[in-house]
């Protein structure tokens, strides 16, 4: 590994690690991660400042998956595309702007896999669909989209390093969504549409 990829690989962290959703809440003077499940990501966003800039948060950590493997690709090819997407969903994770907290990185995750792989992204999204739209758990859905990536690796035929590199990427999902595993074991995790008592 050569310095310019080590320097890619931190703007790469870098760039996940800008914080879309808790600086869409400060440009409206909230803390999002004060509300709600406190977390940073479109869904959290969505429900404490509403739809609009739910999606806008989804978009921008999105991109931020597709830009930072853009950016690694053009530098070192596939290898440092898969390093630099691995760098970019750590970012968003444990942000270094957050003091080491962030996301569940699943649409981060999203971008990543689009640019990879456009039909995985594709497919892990609509299971995504499915699996919200049938329990209105957006947790399931997330969990079942992570687990996805990789089936649909070995569905469509893409390279071995890509399926091993969604099984990573199925492993942190699962594991950033601990709290919500927890809360669903519990029966507490909150449903689309369901209101929080005050």
């Known amino acids: 590994m050569t310095f310019y990829w080590v320097l890619v690989l931190l703007g790469c962290y870098l760039v996940g690690s800008i914080p879309v959703g808790y600086l869409a809440g400060k440009a409206r003077g909230v803390d999002v991660r004060r509300h709600g499940s406190g977390n940073i990501g479109m869904t959290n966003v969505a429900r404490v400042l509403g739809t609009l800039p739910g999606l806008l948060v989804l978009a921008g950590d ?3 998956g597709v830009g930072a493997v853009w950016l690694a690709r053009s530098f070192g090819g596939t290898p440092l595309a898969l390093l630099g997407g691995l760098a970019v969903i750590a970012g968003h994770n444990w942000s270094v702007f957050l003091g080491g907290r962030g996301g569940r990185g ?20 609509a299971v995504w669909v499915v699996g919200v739209l049938t329990t209105r758990y957006v947790s399931v859905g997330s969990i079942l989209a992570g ?12 390279p071995a390093a890509y399926f091993f590199f969604a099984l990573a990427i199925a492993a942190l999902v699962v594991y950033q969504h601990r709290p919500n595993i927890r809360r669903l074991r519990q029966g507490v995790e909150f449903k689309i549409g369901q209101r929080r008592e005050t």
Do not use: D, E, H, N
Not at 109 to 117: D, E, F, I, T, Y
Not at 147 to 158: D, E, G, K, T
């Open 62 to 64: 999105v991109l931020k």
């Open 147 to 158: 687990i996805s990536a990789p089936l649909f690796m070995l569905l469509y035929r893409q």
């Open 106 to 125: 699943v649409a981060t995750s999203a971008g990543v896999l689009l640019a990879l792989s456009p039909w995985v992204a594709l497919s892990s999204v």
